[in-house]
């Protein structure tokens, strides 16, 4: 089984609509990341989280929350999808050294 | 701020070339060097990564990366490329902060590997 899980993998959904991308861990890490990648422009990071009482912006935070339900959970919310938001999303966690990132198989939100 | 260039955007090679990836970055002190690989469709996976002694360091599938302070670099080499090794590249930097730690991406290159 993967160590790190993204659901769902695919999602459409229209403007204006509120969308939550979920990712799990089995790795027992206290650090996870959001990012988002665009063709071209690599990966940016939207938020972290370095326990379940952590929570950080990232570099591009605007249009985007997050929830550390658990050490294993951490959800992305779009409130309001607009089509800007159209790209990849990554998971990743860390163990407290940050040494490594293990990435999740990402989620390809389409916004139309 | 930290910032990580990849000069590539595309690169071809043929099967049985070696390969030069090139990375630049820019930050303040030692950085934390990474190579992330994402093949279609999949996420990313570590090749390599350097935090301090040799400069020279062996990954996995075959890659190694040279860390050179005076040029500001970590280029990605591999002698012999395989048809498999099409894929994105991404070089990152990392750096411990008083709030933590995040990886800063390049913008990636992709590799296109010709019979």
């Known amino acids: 089984d993967a160590d790190v899980t993204q659901t769902p993998r695919n999602r459409i959904t229209k403007t204006g609509k509120r969308i939550m991308l979920e990712c799990s861990q089995t790795?027992?890490?206290?650090?996870m990341y959001w990012y988002r990648q665009d063709p071209g422009l690599g990966l940016r990071l939207i938020y972290y989280?370095?326990?379940?009482?952590?929570?950080n912006k990232g570099e591009i935070s605007d249009g985007y929350s997050v929830s550390r339900q658990a050490q294993a959970k951490f959800s992305l919310s779009l409130e309001s999808a607009i089509p800007n938001q159209t790209a990849l999303y990554f998971c990743?966690?860390?163990?407290?050294?940050?040494?490594?990132?293990?990435f999740g198989p990402g989620t390809r939100l389409t916004v139309l | 701020a930290q910032s990580v260039t990849q000069p590539d955007i595309h690169i071809t090679v043929s099967e049985g070339a070696s390969l030069e990836l090139r990375c630049n970055y820019s930050?303040?002190?030692?950085?934390?060097l990474f190579w992330y690989v994402q093949s279609p469709g999949q996420g990313l996976q570590l090749l390599l990564k350097?935090?301090?002694?040799?400069?020279l360091v062996q990954g996995i599938k075959g890659f190694e990366a040279e860390f050179k302070r005076s040029q500001s670099s970590f280029n990605l080499r591999k002698p012999s490329v395989h048809w498999s090794d099409a894929a994105e590249y991404f070089c990152?930097?990392?750096?411990?902060?008083?709030?933590?730690?995040?990886?800063?991406f390049g913008k990636g290159t992709s590799l296109l590997v010709t019979p």
């Open positions: 930050y303040g002190a030692t950085p934390y």
């Open positions: 990743a966690t860390s163990d407290w050294t940050g040494n490594e990132q293990f």
């Open positions: 989280s370095f326990d379940v009482k952590d929570i």
């Open positions: 990152a930097v990392g750096a411990n902060s008083n709030s933590g730690y995040a990886l800063n």
């Open positions: 790795k027992g890490h206290d650090r």
């Open positions: 350097y935090f301090s002694g040799d400069t």
